[in-house]
């Protein structure tokens, strides 16, 4: 081996390396990859300079501009290619060890800053070079951090979402989305995962598959226009659905910028013109003339296709007769909901609860489903809820802890969860609360706020609705009352 290489040369290597001396090893490096190749031991120290070399450029990306920027500038987007190039090409670096997990991790960090980020982890194989503790999330002080695995997916899945499919091979996408794939089930409760496997799905025109791996961000954020924007890309194939997903996405854009208002009403006018429904469609252009002048000068560009598309429409005849009518309907007419859409692919859970308590100043109604779970309703979403007295019990429909369906069940009794009781009323002296000790000595809790509208004394036989509960302090199941009444003494 030092027949190949004066020695003199690889103790210069070596000192340029303890050195951290990385501009002046890399042209020794170059000259020695054969070496290097064979060697693990000095292909190891040279390695630890890469890293160390890309942690400090990493470090420096995060002290400029954290991770707001989308793409790295061109010099610095060279310098990470440079380092990771040079690692890429030493395959004896590639296995389950300290430095190449820290090399991955800080990869992830960087993350799709850098284009080049899905060829790298391809060529390196990073999923299958994981020791057994990177694909366990770690705890440091008393903080879980997820594990480098989910890191990995987590970065490919945006990298597959974020980056030009023309940039990369198609061995590579293929590689990087059936790696995501495989994971999701590993990660269930990390929904931008899918979110970003659905975002190159929808770019693949794979849409039938994406639709579902939108529905756990759509759950979190179906009050946020761009969500709803985005399931209309996942509906292109469904008019209806799409249409509502538009519609939606429309309503809710009342803060968004111009652009995105003038976007979603040329999209909902093309939509509505294809199936003939030029009234509905017309409103909609009308909405988007009226905000062209609030556009950049991007936006009108001959070169945009959206604008193109905009100016075309302007001059269809169906548009041209509308074009100054006041009376035409300013939203069109849905045959599907946004709810259809909203818990299409959720797992639903049918249960049977007890209403417990209204909450007027949030405009809420608490519904108890077991001692230890309640859930709430809104009266916007379901005003007959405000109506129901406590101790009915409803039956319902969840989605996630969600409520998306809900009806009285008067004749279902849940004597495990709701019941009558008669007894005695106890006040502890110089307490607000109260308890009503029953014929069968169970001892019923009376709250403070219930009880002071009471206004009984101590002995006075009551009649009690009590709800199931856990004794926050013993931790055991107790009654609660929900209504106490008096009843003459026998």
């Known amino acids: 081996m030092t027949s190949e290489v004066p020695t003199e040369v690889i103790q210069q290597f070596h000192a340029l390396c303890q050195r951290q001396d990385f501009k002046s090893a890399l042209p020794l490096a170059r000259h020695l990859r054969p070496m290097l190749i064979r060697d693990r031991r000095l292909a190891n120290t040279w390695g630890w300079v890469l890293y160390r070399q890309l942690k400090n450029l990493q470090q420096r990306l995060q002290q400029k501009d954290g991770r707001a920027a989308n793409n790295l500038p061109e010099h610095l987007a060279q310098q990470v290619r440079e380092i990771l190039v040079e690692y890429a090409r030493l395959p004896n670096l590639h296995r389950p060890d300290l430095l190449h997990a820290l090399m991955l991790a800080t990869v992830c960090r960087i993350g799709t800053r850098w284009r080049g980020i899905l060829g790298f982890l391809y ?19 008393q903080r879980t951090y997820p594990s480098l695995e989910q890191q990995l997916t987590r970065t490919v899945a945006a990298a597959l979402a ?7 091979r198609p061995e590579v996408l293929n590689w990087a989305s059936t790696q995501v794939q495989q994971r999701l089930s590993r990660f269930p409760d990390k929904p931008w995962i899918p979110y970003h496997l659905a975002c190159y799905l929808i770019k693949k025109q794979r849409i039938s598959e994406a639709r579902p791996l939108l529905a756990p961000v759509l759950l979190q954020h179906h009050q946020k226009s761009w969500i709803w924007e985005k399931v209309a ?44 429904r030029y009234d509905e469609a017309a409103a909609q252009l009308q909405a988007a003339r009226r905000l062209e002048k ?43 909901q946004p ?53 009915t019990v409803v039956w319902l429909c969840l989605a996630e802890k969600r409520v998306v ?62 709800e199931r509960t856990i004794d926050p302090k013993k931790k055991m199941l107790s009654w609660s009352a929900l209504k106490v009444e008096p009843v003459a003494d026998r």
Not at 124 to 133: G, I
Not at 417 to 423: A, E, P, Q
Not at 441 to 466: H, K, S, T, Y
């Open 123 to 141: 060529y390196v194989r990073a999923f299958d070079t994981l020791r057994p503790e990177d694909r366990r999330p770690r705890t440091l002080q």
């Open 339 to 391: 709810d259809v859409i909203l818990y299409e692919h959720q797992p639903l859970q049918e249960a049977f609860g007890v209403v417990i308590h209204h909450n007027p100043d949030r405009n809420r109604t608490l519904i108890r489903l077991s001692p230890s779970e309640v859930v709430s309703v809104k009266h916007r979403r379901f005003p007959q809820a405000s109506r129901l007295e406590p101790g």
């Open 162 to 168: 974020k980056l030009p499919l023309e940039d990369q």
């Open 405 to 466: 369906a809900l009806e009285p069940r008067a004749g279902h009794p849940l004597p495990d969860l709701v019941r009558r009781f008669r007894g005695r009323l106890l006040q502890p002296e110089g307490r607000a609360f109260a308890f009503v000790l029953t014929e069968d000595n169970e001892r019923i809790f009376i709250a403070p706020g219930l009880n002071r509208q009471l206004a009984l004394e101590a002995g006075a036989m009551v009649e009690v609705l009590a």
């Open 233 to 276: 890309r996942a509906n292109q194939d469904r008019p209806a659905h799409r249409l509502t997903a538009l519609t939606q996405a429309l309503r809710l854009a009342t803060k968004e910028h111009p652009v995105v208002r003038f976007r979603l009403h040329l999209y909902l006018a093309e939509l509505l013109a294809a199936e003939q």
């Open 294 to 336: 609030e556009l950049g000068r991007n936006e009108q560009d001959r070169r945009n296709p959206l604008w193109r598309s905009y100016r075309q429409m302007l001059q269809q005849p169906w548009f041209r007769q509308r074009a100054e009518r006041t009376d035409l309907p300013q939203e069109p007419a849905l045959t599907i």
